[in-house]
């Protein structure tokens, strides 16, 4: 039986007129056990791009990852693969089946196989029409609460305007997650982090062709260890309380306030998805009245919930006192993953203003990651940021910008610039 339980990390120490009070939420998850696919709980779209930019060995490569992909999908799971051009079409169940989506067993897998071989590329881009219709094929099956979607693309999303996409992101979010995966070094990574972000998937730069399967298989390991569908963290603030921001910070960095549902005035939820044996960390920041010296109160109180049931609870605190020893304290969880967060923020910046011609501000931008990096521990964010930029000073921030950085070294830093290293406790 999974449980779960939470930690609270913070200085719950305020200066008098002190309002703000921000907390690190560490949630536990235990005892989870993988996906339950026999009792068709779980669905698994296949989205491939097959534009004409994917002719020759990517597309085969693709080809050969979802076969891969089909031999790790356990039977009983509901599944459907889908061809992505300026146009979606279902090519498994093949478009004149009677249903969307079907349970996996031999011959079904034996079909997709095939159907997935006779894959040709040709068209244009327009992954808003293949989001909708894997949502489609989702809603199909309602009794599949567990879904989960792969899409796999090699260029930009050229044959629609980017509001289109947008508002796809916008109409399906909640409905599945989606990891979304660019090969090679014509696709844009803000393209698919949007998508990744809203649908709390990930994104990821797969360089070479013949990585596909490998990766399509860590991802559905990964999916089906999942034995919780999904869970929501709960926040409680006081009357005359504010939530300023809920983020998620650890493995990665990824801003949920704006997915906030109300439970009640004073309660909101935010979307965490499936969860596997796993902890995360949570950054939560919330704003009450300021009281006088000597006060206490209850700031916020975070609960991780599954369905109705509420299977963890932390408290977050506030103290008023005029002893400047603990009121100036910063709690080294917060000022870690304030470090990281701003670390993602500072290397995307930084590649926008390079890829925008702005040389000054790119490197400003960049050396200030070079510095995060480094205070933070992110030894994986200084490897990749050092095929970027030449490091010559790293406690300062003194940078260069690389003359002849490849498009795939700098694809590969944005892509990674999200994932955080977990405070030292």
């Known amino acids: 039986m999974a449980t779960f339980r939470a930690e609270v990390f913070q200085n719950e120490f305020l200066p008098d007129g002190g309002t703000d009070v ?25 989205m491939i791009d097959t534009s004409g930019s994917m002719t020759g060995p990517t597309l085969e490569a693709a080809k050969h990852a979802a076969q891969v992909a089909l031999d790790h999908i356990p039977d009983g799971t509901w599944f459907a693969i889908v061809s992505g051009s ?15 989506i079907v349970q996996m067993e031999p011959g079904a897998r034996a079909e997709a196989k095939r159907a997935v071989a006779a894959l040709k590329a040709t068209g244009g881009t327009a992954m808003s029409t293949w989001l909708r219709l894997a949502d489609q094929i989702f809603a199909t099956q309602p009794a599949a609460t567990q879904r989960h979607a792969i899409l796999l693309t090699d260029g930009k999303n050229e044959s629609e305007p980017r509001e289109q996409l947008t508002a796809a992101i916008r109409d399906v979010t909640g409905r599945f997650q989606c990891d979304a995966r660019g090969v090679g070094q014509h696709w844009q990574v803000d393209e698919l982090r949007e998508i990744s972000t809203a649908l709390l998937g990930t994104v990821e730069l797969i360089a070479d062709p013949a990585d596909i399967a490998d990766d ?22 006081p009357q005359g309380g504010q939530v300023l921001f809920v983020r998620q910070v650890a493995p990665t960095v990824e801003d949920l306030t704006a997915r906030r549902t109300d439970i009640t005035p004073l309660v909101g939820a935010y979307p965490t998805g499936a969860w596997a044996d796993e902890s995360r960390d949570y950054h939560v920041a919330v704003r009450v009245p300021s009281r006088t010296v000597g006060n206490e109160q209850l700031a916020a109180r975070v609960q991780i919930a599954v369905g109705d049931e509420v299977l963890a609870s932390g408290l977050v605190k506030a103290a008023w006192s005029d002893d400047a020893s603990l009121t100036a304290r910063i709690s080294p969880e917060v000022a870690h993953y304030t470090g990281q967060a701003e670390l993602a923020d500072a290397i995307q910046e930084g590649l926008a203003a390079k890829a925008a011609g702005d040389e000054a501000t790119a490197t400003v931008k960049l050396g200030r990651a070079v510095q995060l990096a480094a205070e933070t521990g992110n030894e994986e964010a200084t490897s990749k940021l050092r095929r970027v930029v030449d490091i010559e000073d790293e406690e300062h921030g003194t ?19 999200t994932k955080t290293t977990r405070v030292r406790r």
Do not use: C
Request: aromatic share 4%.
């Open 86 to 100: 300026h146009v979606a079409q279902r090519v498994f169940p093949y478009p004149n089946a009677r249903v969307a």
């Open 399 to 417: 940078v260069r910008l690389k003359r002849g950085a490849s498009r795939l070294d700098e694809m590969a830093l944005d892509t990674a610039s």
């Open 216 to 237: 399509f298989r860590a991802l559905l390991a990964a999916s089906l260890a999942r034995g919780v569908a999904d869970a929501q963290l709960r926040v409680w603030t």
């Open 22 to 46: 921000h907390a690190i939420v560490t949630v536990t998850a235990e005892g989870v056990g993988g996906a339950v696919t026999a009792d068709g709980g779980v669905a698994e779209v296949v």
